[in-house]
């Protein structure tokens, strides 16, 4: 069966390290790999999208990694802060933005000062 | 990217009652999702509302228990009919952007006695 698998631990990390979430699936051939961030009480909001010929994408200190043959993203907070605290979910796009995506189940980050 | 406002923002209902959940995007759209979260699970896909169509239903969700309101290109509705306590969850909608980006409203938290 179909399965996305993310941390269900909780990271915690100091402040002004490096954060590194992991994202594995199976059973899935995704054109494009996204993942979001979710504060309580609010919705998903989208950080960062990778497609499957892309082996690294960055944004400011978001750096995502996909690697297809692992089946497997790595999402990397660099310096991170506490305001970086949050859930962080993957989601799988398997047709190129025709249809839905389908998430992971987060993984719940907290950087302590 | 979309603005896309979700309410009621919270609600606590007796059990057999039936609850609207109502989703404005700020601007026109053809797709509008409805996922539901359950704590400390990851987003379910309960439907995808086209204008003018009946909703397409995920597996394990059907349209007496979901009922869904598409009138226009900008506004849906999600009814939880005849809800029990295993409904209480964070319902929220969405809409694609570019490359199948997702963004959500702030969901609406509810609770079932």
């Given amino acids: 069966s179909q399965k996305i698998e993310q941390n269900s631990e909780a990271l915690n990390i100091q402040e002004g390290k490096t954060a590194t979430l992991t994202c ?4 899935y ?3 494009y790999l996204q993942w979001y961030r979710q504060d309580p009480g609010r919705g998903p909001v989208f950080l960062l999208l990778i497609r499957e010929n892309e082996k690294e ?5 978001l ?3 996909f690697d297809t043959t692992l089946k497997q993203s790595l ?4 310096a991170s802060q506490p305001a970086d605290s949050a859930t962080y979910l993957c989601a799988l796009d398997i047709t190129g933005g025709y249809q839905k995506v389908t998430f992971g189940t987060g993984t719940k980050l907290q950087v302590i000062p | 990217s979309a603005v896309i406002s979700q309410k009621p923002s919270r609600d606590i209902c007796q059990r057999g009652t039936s609850l609207t959940i109502q989703c404005q995007v700020d601007s026109q759209v053809t797709m509008m999702f409805w996922y539901r979260q359950q704590p400390g699970q990851s987003l379910t896909l309960i439907a995808t509302a086209n204008q003018g169509s009946e909703a397409t239903y995920e597996s394990g969700f059907v349209i007496d228990k979901f009922p869904i309101s598409r009138p226009n290109l900008t506004f849906s509705t999600l009814t939880v009919s005849n809800m029990s306590p295993e409904d209480s969850s964070i319902y929220l909608c969405s809409v694609k952007g570019e490359e199948n980006i997702q963004y959500f409203g702030a969901g609406t938290r509810l609770s079932v006695l």
Avoid: D
């Avoid at chain 1, 594995?24 to 059973?27: L, P």
């Avoid at chain 1, 999402?75 to 660099?78: A, D, V």
């Fill in chain 1, 75 to 78: 999402f990397h907070i660099t």
């Fill in chain 1, 63 to 65: 750096k995502v990694t």
């Fill in chain 1, 57 to 61: 994408k960055r944004k400011e200190r």
């Fill in chain 1, 24 to 27: 594995n699936y199976t059973n």
């Fill in chain 1, 29 to 31: 051939s995704p054109a």
